[in-house]
């Protein structure tokens, strides 16, 4: 154990030990270009700077410094704390302002983060820190690059820069692709498109203005701005890379060697200027405002009823099986779905209208800084989307049944009474209600897997023994095996169909007989109607281009198939929609949600604040259909 702690204490001194060999390297290069001549000068080139040069570098400081804020404000809402925007803009700024200045940013920041927010754990304040600090170093490098392409820039910048313009499609697509990093066990949630854009634009207006602070410091003769602000890029970077207090050594370094000055006393007396407004008086009430933690004001939190309760769609317990959860706000309560760079409102308002809801969703999803958008909601809510002025797309049609006029003996329904026959001579048996075979089920689930490349997340309910066992479900076997099985969620006056899977070993009809049994069950448990689920709209070739492509794209999931099973039944077909504020934004809403279906996280079958109604609820009606 003494060894580990001396180990440690090792680490921590090698660290300290190299910005200060850097700050020593660099001044022994710049020797050739600053002599004791120069350094004598400085005094008088202090003195020469007039008053309106020091007030516009104040004021051009503090802009930077709001922006600084920001950056916080947009990790809170990454990673998802209860962060107030005004301690976050707060203490972001406090904590870059001492953590640019004493260096080792990464390990100041996190300190003065966990100080002035005490909610936070050290751990979660390391996490935010380092979270800056990446975001930050990231658009810097984005910045600097498209800086050095179309402005005046050394020529050794070229490459690099078009490598790291490149690269930014590429970290997009990362970003898209994996919202949420999962390294050892542990998930990290990374910015989602939206806030990674608004990183960039607080980052580059942060850098011109840092460098309009500097640059209203030095000789108006020196150099023009456009040929100015590539060379401060790349000196704070080099100052960041380095982790020196205040990026001291390197940044001198490269404006010295970089810049056509003929006498670099007024450029050291700038810098020396510059970091006093911009480093010194920013740090010192820093330091005051670590006196004491930022007051903490706490919101209650409101009860949020379960779903069989209150909900329109039972369909919801899915959502919440694959991340989802109710949030409400004032009269509107909403099924959330959060896809990465969306967030989601599932279908219809449990409670309030949809003029509400359209509200409540485009606060959460500012909250959270991503794109607010509605999925498979129903004509009213889509109405109101489009009165709102929100773009639409008819996505999906859903399936319903009315349970008190059901009956496969009709002429619509002759297929089904075709394979209810078939199911019937093949000796198909139908078991209900507890125990469960979960084995077996597991098994069954598993072969059907493995013929289909994967369960689907979203509103499609994963095979879960925790999820299962509050639904309803039917069994069907085969000479005593088990061949298939169907699952269905209960809520208010609706049934909605959820898990459905089968092996090789199942008749024709098999999965016709397990619904036809829901169907009939949800009838005596006095529920008046049935919901089969959505399937993908049919594509119409009247629409825009890029509409009936998105409609191909979701033929091509198994639309065709699930739709003739289900129009077996003779349904009714309820359109269901697609909305968000502009077509931009759906499109990357809709590739989003079907990154999330295609590619699910691990279920969470569970959910905080329903799960004790959701196992209450859903046992009863099971009971009572059984």
């Not at 400085?42 to 410094?65: M, Y």
Request: aromatic share 8%; proline share 7%; net charge positive.
């Amino acid at each position: 154990m003494r060894s580990l702690f001396v180990s440690a204490k090792a680490r921590v001194a090698l660290r300290a030990l190299v910005p200060a060999a850097v700050i020593t390297i660099c001044a022994f290069v710049v020797t050739d270009h600053v002599t004791a001549d120069v350094l004598a000068a400085l005094p008088d080139q202090l003195r020469g700077i007039e008053a309106w040069q020091w007030v516009a570098a104040a004021v051009l400081t503090i802009a930077s410094f709001l922006s600084v804020a920001q950056y916080d404000f947009l990790a809170h809402r990454a990673i998802g704390t209860e962060t107030t925007a005004r301690r976050a803009r707060i203490s972001g700024a406090a904590s870059i302002a001492l953590g640019q200045t004493l260096g080792l940013g990464v390990i100041t920041g996190a300190i003065a983060r966990w100080r002035l927010l005490p909610e936070l754990s050290v751990t979660r304040a390391g996490h935010l820190s380092a979270f800056v600090s990446l975001t930050f170093v990231v658009s810097w490098a984005a910045v600097t690059a498209v800086a050095c392409l179309v402005l005046p820039a050394p020529l050794w910048t070229f490459w690099p820069s078009v490598a790291a313009v490149l690269a930014l499609p590429v970290l997009g697509m990362a970003l898209f692709w994996w919202p949420t990093l999962r390294l050892r066990g542990r998930s990290i949630a990374l910015p989602c498109l939206p806030l990674a854009g608004a990183f960039l634009f607080y980052a580059c207006l942060d850098l011109v203005l840092a460098a309009g602070a500097l640059f209203v410091l030095l000789p108006p003769e020196a150099i023009g701005i456009v040929q100015f602000l590539p060379l401060f890029f790349i000196a704070l970077g080099c100052g960041l890379m380095s982790n020196t207090p205040g990026g001291v050594g390197p940044f001198e370094l490269v404006l010295l060697t970089a810049l056509p000055l003929t006498d670099p006393a007024p450029l050291l007396a700038a810098i020396l200027a510059y970091r006093i407004v911009y480093y010194a008086v920013p740090a010192t009430l820093a330091a005051a405002v670590l006196l004491r933690p930022l007051a903490e004001h706490v919101q209650p939190s409101a009860d949020i009823p379960a779903p069989r309760r209150i909900a329109p769609r039972s369909e919801i317990g899915a959502v919440l099986q694959n991340g989802g959860s109710l949030a409400r706000s004032g009269a509107s309560t909403l099924a959330f779905w959060p896809t990465g760079q969306t967030m989601t409102a599932f279908a219809d308002p449990v409670t309030g209208t949809a003029t509400e809801a359209l509200t409540h969703l485009q606060m959460a999803a500012r909250a959270a800084g991503t794109v607010p958008f509605i999925y498979k909601c129903g004509p009213r809510v889509a109405h109101a989307a489009r009165n709102a002025g929100w773009s639409l797309l008819h996505i999906a049609d859903e399936a319903v049944i009315d349970t008190a006029t059901y009956t496969p003996d009709i002429p619509s329904r002759r297929t089904l009474r075709r394979k209810l026959r078939s199911a019937a001579k093949a000796g198909l048996h139908l078991r209900f209600g507890q125990p469960l075979p979960l084995a077996a089920m597991a098994r069954v689930d598993a072969e059907w897997q493995s013929r289909k490349n994967g369960a689907r997340g979203g509103s499609m309910g994963r095979f879960c023994e925790n999820y299962i066992r509050h639904q309803w479900v039917v069994c069907a076997y085969i000479n005593g095996t088990l061949v298939a099985f169907a699952t269905a969620h209960c809520a208010n006056d609706e049934w909605c169909l959820d898990i459905m899977r089968h092996s090789d070993a199942a008749p024709d009809g098999t999965m016709h007989a397990l619904v036809d049994a829901m169907i009939r069950a949800a009838r005596r448990d006095g529920a008046g109607k049935v919901s089969l689920a959505a399937t993908p709209a049919c594509p119409d070739p009247s629409t825009p281009l890029w509409r009936w492509i998105a409609r191909q794209v979701s033929a091509r999931s198994g639309g065709p198939g699930l739709r003739q099973f289900k129009s077996s039944f003779a349904p009714t077909w309820v359109p269901r929609y697609a909305a968000a504020r502009h077509p931009g934004a759906l499109a990357l809403a809709l590739c989003d949600v079907a990154r999330a279906i295609l590619s699910p996280a691990p279920p969470t079958p569970h959910n905080t604040n329903n799960t004790h109604d959701l196992d209450e609820n859903y046992e009863v009606a099971s009971s009572r259909a059984a």
